[in-house]
């Protein structure tokens, strides 16, 4: 199993360009979610997904877009990049049955916007 | 509102013990997660509490107090490699399939020799 994989690993984009994060899991997982992480916020949930067909804003959807066609993809879409979008974004994912269902994280993509 | 709270940097002699600690306030309660981030890296899951007590898992226990809305993360043995940071994260209300998380800032543990 290759877990949940995440491309690129580093982007760099001007004002204004737009660009896909793409994440995809092969653990069968129902739920995946879309995070960044900035120094002193802590990770924020942008979007989720339950299911496929199924999504739903997290606490900083602003700017960003989401789609879920398929159980395995969860691509991440920046409309229009602005500076304040510079972060490291985190794809997760878990199941949704079962006791704790730990969220397995993708190893991250680091963004710039100049 | 919602609200997770853990010391934002602690230090530790190699071979010693650390204890983590969070607390939260959040809207229902069902289950408390600690992870691990090294820097530069994706959080890796550690330890999951949803009764009182203590759960162990060699080096690392995590103990848990619902009443309290208080969890600790125990490190024992420690090593240069435990230099990290610990985020604590709790899901709150049971809303069916919604896995969502609420995060704590993480706290940031350096081992010294």
């Known amino acids: 199993n290759a877990g949940v994989t995440q491309t690129p690993k580093f982007q760099v984009l001007k004002t204004g360009q737009s660009m896909t994060l793409q994440c995809a899991q092969d653990m069968n997982h129902e739920y995946m979610s879309w995070y960044r992480q900035d120094p002193g916020m802590g990770l924020r949930l942008i979007h989720y997904s339950v299911g496929a067909g199924i999504t739903d804003q997290g606490e900083v959807p602003n700017g960003y877009n989401v789609s879920r066609s398929t159980t395995e993809d969860f691509p991440l879409r920046l409309l229009s990049a602005a500076p304040s979008q510079t972060s490291v974004y985190f794809c997760?994912?878990?199941?949704?049955?079962?006791?704790?269902?730990?969220?397995?994280f993708g190893p991250g993509t680091r963004l710039t916007v100049l | 509102g919602q609200n997770i709270d853990q010391p934002t940097e602690m230090t530790a002699t190699e071979g010693a013990i650390v204890q983590i600690n969070c607390t939260y306030q959040?809207?229902?309660?069902?289950?408390l997660f600690w992870y691990q981030q090294h820097a530069g890296e994706a959080p890796t899951f550690l330890s999951y509490?949803?009764l009182d007590g203590l759960e162990e898992k060699g080096r690392f226990s995590s103990f848990l107090s619902r009443s309290k809305g208080y969890s600790y993360l125990l490190l024992k043995e420690l090593q240069m490699k435990d230099s990290a940071s610990y985020l604590c994260a709790v899901r709150g209300r049971n809303a069916g399939n919604n896995r969502k998380l609420i995060w704590g800032l993480g706290t940031s543990l350096a081992v010294n020799p």
């Open positions: 997760a994912s878990s199941y949704t049955s079962g006791t704790y269902n730990e969220q397995f």
């Open positions: 509490n949803v």
């Open positions: 959040t809207s229902g309660f069902n289950g």
